[in-house]
């Protein structure tokens, strides 16, 4: 089956064979991956999918890959949670949770992207990759690069600390710290990948990388018994993610591999970083570029490359956008944690925040069915916790201490009802 | 020469003035515009820029003094 038509101009629609490019030559405009949806409509149902491996390679058909899986063969299909617990804490009868924060191997959504973006690097036959990161995508780029036995390159600000490349350092990259501020860090790299030949994934590999994040999408609708939810509130930063979940409805749609696409997609950010959330709250479409200043580093993305889209994708599928301070999202943080039993990092907390305000303004119903999307690990940076945990109970090692400060817990618990 | 594909960002105060011509007269810079949405409140240019090194520097340099946002036509490249 001849799957991929090749790439295709999201702004002016021009055409270009599949190559590791990512702007259109006339108009600047961002490549998309264009398929052949009559011919994968011949080959893909829900029980090919359903026969498929346990990860996001059972939906391979519709990724922009087309030789043999090169690197990240268990990364996805991660559990879609039933939270009774939450959902009795937000006042709704259905929540669910998509826990991407126990993605194999790095914990994160980015896994998924990577893999993606790394199988295609071996199809171009490309052996060095490449990324600009801080924090989640540097840690998948370095691991799947290890697995894959290619080189890799992580570029950093130069005053990044060191304890937040350790994750990425174990698997051997050539860290690469830059001098200068994030603009002129930021516009290195994009002349690094415009020069060098080297896959470097968000860059000249972004149309590949992105549609990795179709597979969260895909999973969402196939664990939930291939229907949609009616809500998905969906963490923004650089506002790939929530373009790509609706793109992956709407693909099983014109597939038939479901009726309609019932969901409402919403989009959370940080207060002090929420340029697409503002476009969404103020209805314009144009981004104003902000300098980041919140706890949820992961999202803190301050001029979005898909910004625009983003609040596109929100507005076509009815849904709508909160900020969260980061009060609120160590709050979402803990309330998730309480309820479920699942740590993650201050994306999620934004995402249980940002749910929680959408259900306040009426925008979710109390009889709606809710996805939230928990797209990484809290134990990578827990730091904005360490001033808000203690230990309750501090004992000598005797049996009788123990019995007195149940006791006096259990009294204490009676009295706060 | 050296090339470069970025996204001019004009602040509303800017809108007005014929940052480009400046562009290509002073810093000896060939600008090519591919996209652009300028109202009366806010623009942005996507535009291709030709010339040696360090008048690219200078002019991108320049723009940032004018209150002109400089990105990368990719915008944000650093990834958390």
Known sequence: MEKLKGLKCRECGRAYRAAPVHVCEFCFGPLEVDYHYDAIRQVVTRDTIAAGPTSMWRYRDLLPVEGDIAVGHHVGFTPLVRAWNLAQELGLREVWVKNDSVCHPTWSFKDRVVAVALTKAKEFGFDTVACASTGNLANSVAAHAAEASLKSYIFIPADLEQGKVLATLVYNPTLVKVEGTYDEVNRLCSEIADKYHWAFVNVNFRPYYSEGSKSYGYEIVEQLGWRTPDHVVVPCAGGSLITKIWKAMKEFKTLGLIDRVTSKVHAAQALGCGPIVTMIKNDTDVLVPVRPDTIAKSLAIGNPADGYYAYKTAKESGGSGEHATDAEIVEGMLLLARTEGIFTETAGGVTVAATRKLIERGVIGKNDSVVICITGNGLKTPDPLYERLESHVQIRPLLSAFDRALADLKSQSVREG | ?80
């Open chain 2, 1 to 80: 020469m050296a090339r470069m594909r970025v996204r001019l960002t004009f602040p509303p105060e800017r809108i007005q003035e014929p940052i480009i011509y400046h562009l290509v007269k002073d810093f000896d810079i060939v600008t090519n515009i591919r996209r652009a949405d300028v109202k009366a409140d806010h623009g942005w240019v996507a535009l291709e820029m030709e010339g040696d090194e360090a008048s690219l520097e200078r002019g991108i340099a320049w723009l940032k003094g004018k209150g002109v946002t400089v990105d990368p036509i990719e915008h944000d490249v650093i990834i958390p």
